[in-house]
C-alpha cells in the first residue's frame, strides 16, 4: 500500500513538474459591463499573441505559456481579487488594464515581489524604476501624452501658441485628472491659457461643458476619457461644429469604437499613439495561420487589427521579450518573477528587433533602465478616416517634453518613496 | 440682453431638453411602481436591452450568433437583410411584450405577496440577467443606431436667436425631437390610463389589488401590460440615448439620471416624472453654468441629487407622489 501510494505522489509530482515550468502570464481582463467593448479587443490582441508563441514556437525559450484570464469588469476590488487568486500560480507580470486597480496594486506587487506592467496608463512617476522597482510604464505614460498633445499643437501653429486658449475635457477621475499638473506646466513654459473641464462618470450627458466650449471657442480641445465619455464628446463636438482637427484625444480617446458613433462627422478627429494600426506586417500572416485559421482565437476572434486588439497583442509582445531578456540575463528558460523583473528592467526595443518580429514600424525604439522604467517618452498623433474607416498616423514618433516631465516626476515619485518609507536606489 | 443672461437663457433651455430624456427614464420606473408596488431596479437594463435589439434587429444580426458559432462551429453573424427603422420598432415592441410575459410568468407570478424589498432584489437579479443576455444575444460592441432622427444643432434656432439678440442658441434637434416624442408619449400614456377599460383596470390594480380582484380584473393580465408599457418607455429612452451615444452597455447607468427625478416628482405620479425631470435638467445645468467653474466643475450628478433631498425635506412623497397615512 505504502509503495502505491509513493508511487502515485511520485507520478504526481512528475505530473505536475511541466506545468511548473510554463511560464504564467495573468491576463486580468474585462469583457463583461461598460467598458467590455474596449476590454474584449485588448484581451482578445493579448491573448492571441501568446498563442502563436505557444503555436508557432513553443512557447519563449522552449518553455511553453499559460495564460490565465480573469474577468475584472474594470472594478478596481474585483481586479484586486483577480490579483490575490492568481499571483500564486508563479505570474511572472500583471498588466491591469486600469488605473485605479494599478494604485492598488502597487504596494502589493512591491511586496510580492512580481513585477506590473502598465502601458500608457497608471500611476506616471513610476517611470523613476529607482522608487517603483516593481512597476514599469514604457513605452510612454499620461504625462509624456499630454505633452505629445502640446507638442503637436505647437507644430501645427508654427511653435507658437502663446494666448491661444486650450481646453481638457477629463474623466472626473484619478485617471482623468493625471495630465492637468503637465499642461499646467506646460501652459507656462508656452503662454497658453488651459480652461478644465471635467466630466463626471459615466459621461453620458456632457451638455453644459459643450456649451462653454462653444461658448468660449478654444482653439485646441483635448480629451482625456475612456468608454461612453469619449462617444458622447465626439458626437457633441459634432453638434456644435467644432473643428475636429483641433480636437485631440490620449490614446484611450482613440479606437474604432469611440468615433464610428458619430459617423461622418467625425472625420478628422485626432488622437495620440504609441504605436501603429492595421493588420499589414508579417507577424500577422503567422497570426493568420497559426491562430485564427486554426480556430485558436480569443473571443470571437472578430476584433483582429482594431486599435485596443493591436494595443493588446503589442503589450503581449513586450512581456514575451521582456521574458527573453530574462532568461538570457538568467541564462535559464524557467524564469521567476524576480528574473522577469530584471528583464524588463534590461529591455531594448529596436527597430531591428521589432522588423525581426514581424512588426516594422509598428512602435518607438525604447530603452528601461533601473532608473527609467518609462523608456524614452515616444508617442505620434494619428487621425480618423471617416470614409475610409481606418486610423492613420500623421506624424512619426517623436519625444515628450523631457525638460518639464522629469522634474514633475522626480518629485511625484519621491513624495511617494517619502509616504511608502522607501529608499531610493538602484541597489 | 447681457451676455451672461443669454448664456444663462440658452442653458436653461438645454437643462429642460436634457430633463425631458431624464424624465423618459424615470416614466418606466413611475409605470411599474405605481400598477404593482416594484421599483424597478431592471429599468435602465430594458432601456439597453430594448436599444440593443432595435439595432440587431435594423442590421439583421443573428442573436446568439457568439454562442451557435462556438458551439456549432459556424460563421453565421447577419441574415443579409436590413429591417427598416419602423417595422423593427414594432418588432421590437413585440419582444419587450415577450420580455413582460416572461418577467410576469417566471419571477414575479412566484413572488405575490412578498416584501417590498424581496421584489426588488428580483428587480436587480433580472437587470443583471437582462445584461448577460443581452450580452450574448447581440455582442458587447458599440452599435450605431440611426432610426432617422436628425441630430447636430437647429439652424433656425441658432439664426432666429442670432438675428434676435447677436448670439445663436445651441439647442440639438434630438433633444427637439425627444421632447416632442416624450411628450406625445405622456399624452398617449394619461389617454389610455384614464379613457380605456384597461387603463381603468391599471389604476384600479394601482389603488388596491385586492379591490380589483374583488371586481374581476386579472393581476395578471395587468402586471404583464404595465411591463409591456414600461418595456415601451425603455425602447423609447433607448432609442434617445442611444442616438446620442451609440448603442452600448453603460446606457443601463441612465437609471441613475431618473432617480433624483423620482425622489423630486413621486414615484406614482407621470406629470411627477415630467416636472422632476425639467426641474433637474435646469436645476443641474443652471448650478454647473453658475457654481461650477468656482467649485471646479463636474457638479451635475451630485447636486441632481442634492436637488432631490432638498425637496424630499419638505415633500418626503415627492411634488406629485401620494401622501401616505398609515394610522395605528
Known amino acids: 500500500m505504502k509503495l502505491k501510494l509513493t508511487t502515485l505522489a511520485l507520478g504526481?509530482?512528475?505530473?505536475?513538474?511541466?506545468?511548473?515550468?510554463?511560464?504564467?502570464?495573468?491576463?486580468?481582463s474585462y469583457r463583461t459591463g461598460p467598458y467590455a467593448a474596449n476590454g474584449i479587443p485588448f484581451a482578445?490582441?493579448?491573448?492571441?499573441?501568446?498563442?502563436?508563441?505557444?503555436?508557432?514556437?513553443?512557447?519563449?525559450?522552449?518553455?511553453?505559456?499559460?495564460?490565465?484570464?480573469?474577468?475584472?469588469g474594470y472594478n478596481t476590488e474585483k481586479g484586486v481579487e483577480c490579483y490575490e487568486a492568481t499571483k500564486g500560480e508563479g505570474s511572472l507580470v500583471y498588466q491591469p488594464l486600469s488605473t485605479g486597480i494599478t494604485y492598488q496594486l502597487i504596494p502589493k506587487v512591491t511586496s510580492d515581489g512580481i513585477p506590473m506592467h502598465s502601458m500608457g496608463y497608471g500611476r506616471t512617476s513610476a517611470k523613476n524604476g529607482e522608487v517603483f522597482r516593481y512597476i514599469f510604464n514604457y513605452p510612454a505614460n499620461y504625462w509624456d501624452g499630454a505633452s505629445h498633445a502640446i507638442k503637436h499643437i505647437l507644430d501645427i501653429n508654427d511653435g507658437d501658441i502663446s494666448g491661444q486658449k486650450i481646453a481638457l475635457v477629463y474623466h472626473n477621475s484619478a485617471y482623468g485628472k493625471e495630465p492637468i499638473r503637465t499642461l499646467e506646466d506646460l501652459a507656462e513654459k508656452h503662454g497658453y491659457e488651459l480652461m478644465l473641464l471635467p466630466v463626471d462618470h459615466p459621461g453620458q450627458e456632457q451638455k453644459s461643458q459643450w456649451l462653454q466650449i462653444r461658448r468660449e471657442r478654444p482653439d485646441n480641445v483635448i480629451m482625456w476619457g475612456w468608454g461612453v465619455m469619449n462617444q458622447v464628446a465626439i458626437q457633441e463636438a459634432v453638434n456644435i461644429r467644432y473643428p475636429m482637427e483641433d480636437f485631440i484625444g490620449i490614446w484611450w480617446s482613440g479606437s474604432e469604437n469611440d468615433v464610428k458613433p458619430a459617423g461622418d462627422g467625425a472625420d478628422g478627429y485626432k488622437a495620440l499613439t504609441f504605436h501603429n494600426f492595421g493588420t499589414d506586417y508579417p507577424l500577422f500572416e503567422d497570426l493568420q495561420e497559426y491562430v485564427i485559421d486554426a480556430g485558436k482565437a480569443a473571443g470571437a476572434g472578430d476584433q483582429v487589427g482594431t486599435v485596443l486588439y493591436n494595443r493588446g497583442l503589442y503589450a503581449a509582445m513586450l512581456a514575451a521579450e521582456a521574458a527573453k531578456t530574462a532568461q538570457e540575463i538568467h541564462d535559464t528558460a524557467a524564469i521567476t518573477p524576480e528574473m522577469m523583473r530584471d528583464g524588463m528592467e534590461a529591455l531594448e526595443i529596436t527597430e531591428e528587433k521589432m522588423a525581426d518580429l514581424g512588426l516594422p514600424n509598428f512602435g518607438p525604439e525604447f530603452?528601461?533602465?533601473?532608473?527609467?522604467?518609462?523608456?524614452?517618452?515616444?508617442g505620434a498623433v494619428a487621425q480618423w478616416d471617416a470614409s475610409a474607416g481606418d486610423w492613420t498616423m500623421i506624424t512619426d514618433y517623436f519625444q515628450s517634453d523631457q525638460e518639464v516631465l522629469a522634474p514633475l516626476i522626480e518629485a511625484d515619485s519621491m513624495a511617494y518613496a517619502e509616504e511608502a518609507g522607501i529608499e531610493p536606489g538602484c541597489d | 440682453m447681457p451676455e451672461q443672461l443669454l448664456f444663462a437663457s440658452e442653458v436653461f433651455l438645454n437643462g429642460l431638453?436634457?430633463?425631458?430624456?431624464?424624465?423618459?427614464?424615470?416614466?418606466?420606473?413611475?409605470?411599474?411602481?405605481?400598477?404593482?408596488?416594484?421599483?424597478?431596479?431592471?429599468?435602465?437594463?430594458?432601456?439597453?436591452?430594448?436599444?440593443l435589439t432595435l439595432v440587431g434587429i435594423m442590421e439583421g444580426r443573428v442573436p446568439f450568433s457568439h454562442v451557435i458559432n462556438a458551439t456549432f462551429d459556424t460563421e453565421i453573424h447577419h441574415f443579409g437583410w436590413h429591417v427598416p427603422a419602423f417595422a423593427a420598432i414594432l418588432i421590437t415592441m413585440g419582444v419587450m411584450v415577450i420580455l413582460a410575459y416572461?418577467?410576469?410568468?417566471?419571477?414575479?407570478?412566484?413572488?405575490?405577496?412578498?416584501e417590498p424589498i424581496i421584489l426588488f432584489m428580483a428587480t436587480i437579479g433580472l437587470a443583471y440577467f437582462l445584461e448577460g443576455v443581452g450580452d450574448l444575444m447581440w455582442g458587447s460592441d458599440i452599435k450605431k443606431l440611426d432610426v432617422g432622427l436628425p441630430q447636430g444643432i437647429n439652424t433656425w434656432i441658432d439664426e432666429t436667436t442670432?438675428?434676435?439678440?447677436?448670439?445663436?442658441?445651441?439647442?440639438?434637434?434630438?433633444?427637439?425631437y425627444a421632447s416632442i416624442i416624450a411628450a406625445l408619449l405622456v399624452i398617449v400614456l394619461v389617454l389610455f390610463a384614464q379613457y380605456t377599460k384597461q387603463g381603468r383596470a391599471m389604476r384600479a390594480v394601482a389603488d388596491d389589488h385586492q379591490a380589483a380582484l374583488s371586481v374581476g380584473i386579472s393581476l395578471n393580465f395587468i402586471w404583464i401590460m404595465v411591463w409591456s408599457v414600461a418595456g415601451f418607455v425603455a425602447l423609447v429612452a433607448g432609442i434617445m440615448w442611444g442616438t446620442k451615444s451609440g448603442v452600448q452597455f453603460s446606457l443601463s447607468l441612465i437609471a441613475l439620471k431618473a432617480l433624483p427625478v423620482l425622489m423630486l416628482g413621486g414615484f406614482t405620479s407621470i406629470p411627477g416624472a415630467i416636472v422632476g425631470g425639467l426641474i433637474i435638467g435646469v436645476g443641474e445645468k443652471l448650478f454647473e453654468f453658475a457654481i461650477g467653474p468656482m467649485v471646479g466643475g463636474a457638479t451635475e450628478n451630485w447636486f441632481a441629487y442634492v436637488l432631490a433631498l432638498i425637496f424630499l425635506v419638505f415633500r418626503p412623497q415627492g411634488l406629485f407622489g401620494e401622501k401616505i397615512i398609515e394610522r395605528v
Open chain 1, 367 to 378: 530603452k528601461v533602465s533601473c532608473e527609467n522604467h518609462g523608456g524614452n517618452g515616444f
Open chain 1, 44 to 72: 482578445d490582441g493579448y491573448a492571441d499573441y501568446f498563442t502563436l508563441l505557444n503555436e508557432r514556437d513553443g512557447g519563449i525559450g522552449g518553455e511553453p505559456i499559460r495564460m490565465i484570464e480573469c474577468e475584472t
Open chain 2, 162 to 176: 442670432f438675428d434676435a439678440f447677436g448670439y445663436g442658441f445651441f439647442i440639438d434637434n434630438l433633444d427637439i
Open chain 1, 12 to 28: 504526481a509530482i512528475m505530473a505536475a513538474a511541466p506545468a511548473m515550468a510554463e511560464l504564467v502570464f495573468p491576463s486580468l
Open chain 2, 17 to 51: 431638453m436634457a430633463g425631458v430624456l431624464y424624465a423618459l427614464v424615470a416614466l418606466g420606473f413611475v409605470l411599474i411602481y405605481k400598477a404593482s408596488g416594484i421599483f424597478n431596479f431592471s429599468q435602465g437594463v430594458m432601456a439597453l436591452f430594448a436599444a
Open chain 2, 102 to 114: 416572461c418577467v410576469q410568468r417566471f419571477i414575479f407570478r412566484h413572488l405575490v405577496g412578498q
